[in-house]
């Protein structure tokens, strides 16, 4: 294992790795073409980690009747890379949408409508603009006491399954996750709405459990589990009588680890939270609902600013929409993408057909992969130019790399699987840094998994493909004497690349659709290659079209 070891006046050892165990280790992380954590986490696990085999993943979360507005980038971006890290490792995820689907907003929401739609039952008008509903009914409900009044028997009726109110309730949230799904699909996300209203039921048998274990008080007419350790209660049930956030995620947890199992908890919201959820998980604790080995982890972060270090909004003072914040990075990689491919040959120009959808891809994967490279708990400033630049620590960089180990294999003319058969040769600085660099990649996964610092995965992809670069324009690849080796520490790179790019979701493919007469196949790759190009002085690589 160790070819030398040495220690220093100062205290100091200096360990090096002998050349035939940094071969060895590589050949065994990388198995049937592909690389193979199991066992390498398996190696590393410590008598603390548990089991997580049922892992539940509590992200983006927004409110029905609200549009998604850029406070909800960070949980919906962090929340689905985590899932996608415990995906990969086979480990059986739920995707959970708690979206806020009840409570006494939609008592004020249901007594608005009836006020200005009274026949709303017999001809449902278009829902189109739900923000717009929401602040007119809220407007009257901090301005008009007998509005107030009306709103909250409402929202008793709702809670008692009243049928007119039921119907109002489901028309808003069709609506609602209607614009929601439009939105997750051009982030390439997949979850599962479990709302509020989910658990509704659930909630009465939950605090008669919690009442027979003396867990619950009285403050005023409320009842409350006070935490030991922080001055805010969990209010359970208000004073009318009527059940809340609280009572909601009370309920949930009790579900997800008495019903569903789950043996990994992990709820990803903002730092502000934090006392609620550590609240909540006391409370869950001492009513013995968590077993031995079961995890409540919660994965804060902090707020998205403006170029200034302000809060993002509006001129107006109001919260950014998500959908606004993609529209105008789209427009801008659409912009610079026109002004480039105006030299381009018209055979050239035919792979910017679709020119909205790519922009659109680019400008998605761009966003996802500055949000995850940044320290989930501190705040970040977000900005267009440094998340559209093709040179530095940016998503466009980390596909061009890709895009380069694609280009190799295509020029060799050869069967990845030809060369898994063969063996290693390292023989110089630059093959040796970029295997070690790789042997890394096991503790920083289990470093990502343990603590949830998504960040150290970017980090380390940011590396990899930099390290890769110098390998690749300091050693003779094709037609040199070590050709062989070299290619397979090439296929063993553009794995692992291509599996820390899939858990940050950098890109997404996107095809021309068929056509009578064949056409070459387009994909963001090939369009980012041609980008790239545009930027530098040197013909830096050729159409590359992959399947990713």
């Not at 994965?299 to 302000?310: A, H, P, R, T, Y």
């Not at 520490?489 to 599996?499: G, H, M, N, Q, R």
């Not at 090939?526 to 930027?535: E, F, K, P, R, S």
């Given at each position: 294992m160790f070819e030398d070891i040495k220690a220093s006046a100062q205290g100091f050892i200096t360990v090096k790795l002998s050349k035939d165990y940094i071969e060895k280790s590589l050949l065994k992380l990388f198995q049937n073409n592909k690389i193979d954590l199991s066992v390498n986490i398996n190696e590393l696990k410590d008598e603390n980690d548990g089991n997580c085999d049922n892992v539940l993943v509590d992200f983006s979360s927004p409110n029905i009747a609200k549009e998604m507005h850029v406070g909800h980038l960070r949980s919906t971006i962090l929340g689905d890379s985590i899932c996608r890290i415990f995906e990969f490792l086979n480990v059986h995820t739920h995707r959970i949408n708690h979206v806020g689907d009840w409570g006494t907003q939609f008592g004020m929401l249901i007594n608005y409508i009836n006020i200005h739609y009274p026949k709303f039952k017999e001809k449902v008008p278009e829902l189109n603009n739900l923000t717009s509903l929401y602040q007119s009914a809220k407007k009257m409900y901090d301005s008009d006491k007998e509005f107030e009044k009306n709103s909250k028997e409402y929202a008793i009726k709702l809670q008692n399954d009243d049928e007119d109110c039921k119907f109002i309730w489901n028309a808003l949230n069709n609506a609602s996750k209607k614009e929601f799904d439009k939105l997750y699909k051009i982030l390439n996300i997949k979850l599962d709405y479990v709302g509020e209203s989910f658990y509704k039921s659930k909630i009465p048998a939950v605090l008669k459990m919690l009442k027979e274990k003396n867990l619950l008080t009285n403050i005023g007419d409320a009842l409350c589990y006070q935490s030991t350790k922080f001055k805010v209660p969990l209010f359970l049930q208000k004073s009318n009588g009527t059940y809340g956030y609280d009572s909601t995620d009370t309920a949930g947890i009790h579900y997800r680890l008495q019903v569903i199992n789950a043996n990994c908890i992990i709820y990803v919201t903002d730092n502000g939270q934090s006392s609620h959820f550590e609240t909540l998980f006391e409370l869950a604790k001492k009513a013995e609902?968590?077993?031995?080995?079961?995890?409540?982890?919660?994965?804060?972060?902090?707020?998205?600013?403006?170029?200034?270090?302000?809060?993002?909004?509006?001129?107006?003072?109001?919260?950014?929409?998500?959908?606004?914040?993609?529209?105008?990075?789209?427009?801008?990689?659409?912009?610079d993408l026109l002004e480039k491919i105006k030299s381009k040959s018209d055979e050239e120009k035919k792979y910017f057909e679709d020119i909205d959808k790519l922009s659109e891809d680019l400008c998605v994967s761009a966003i996802k992969y500055f949000d995850i490279k940044q320290h989930r708990n501190t705040d970040y400033k977000f900005s267009y130019d440094n998340m559209l630049n093709v040179k530095g620590n940016t998503g466009v960089y980390i596909i061009y790399a890709y895009s380069r180990m694609c280009s190799i294999f295509r020029k060799a003319n050869i069967n990845v699987d030809d060369i898994s058969k063969g063996e290693l040769n390292l023989i110089n600085q630059y093959e040796i840094k970029l295997g070690l660099h790789i042997l890394k990649f096991p503790d920083t996964?289990?470093?990502?998994?343990?603590?949830?610092?998504?960040?150290?995965?970017?980090?380390?992809?940011?590396?990899?493909?930099?390290?890769?670069?110098?390998?690749?324009?300091?050693c003779k690849i094709l037609g040199g004497d070590n050709e062989h080796s070299r290619l397979l520490?090439?296929?063993?790179?553009?794995?692992?690349?291509?599996?820390s790019r899939k858990q940050i979701v950098i890109f997404?493919?996107?095809?021309?659709?068929?056509?009578?007469?064949?056409?070459?196949?387009?994909?963001?790759?090939?369009?980012?290659?041609?980008?790239?190009?545009?930027?530098?002085?040197?013909?830096?690589?050729?159409?590359?079209?992959?399947?990713?």
């Open positions: 609902w968590v077993k031995e080995g079961v995890k409540l982890i919660f994965v804060g972060f902090g707020l998205v600013l403006n170029e200034d270090g302000k809060k993002f909004k509006t001129r107006s003072g109001t919260t950014i929409k998500l959908i606004n914040l993609i529209n105008e990075g789209t427009d801008r990689a659409k912009k996964f289990y470093f990502i998994l343990k603590n949830m610092l998504i960040h150290k995965l970017a980090e380390y992809t940011y590396d990899l493909t930099t390290t890769f670069t110098a390998f690749y324009e300091n520490l090439c296929a063993i790179t553009k794995s692992l690349l291509k599996v997404h493919v996107t095809r021309k659709k068929k056509k009578k007469k064949k056409k070459k196949k387009c994909t963001l790759l090939t369009v980012i290659i041609m980008y790239l190009n545009m930027h530098t002085s040197k013909y830096v690589c050729t159409y590359i079209h992959i399947h990713v």
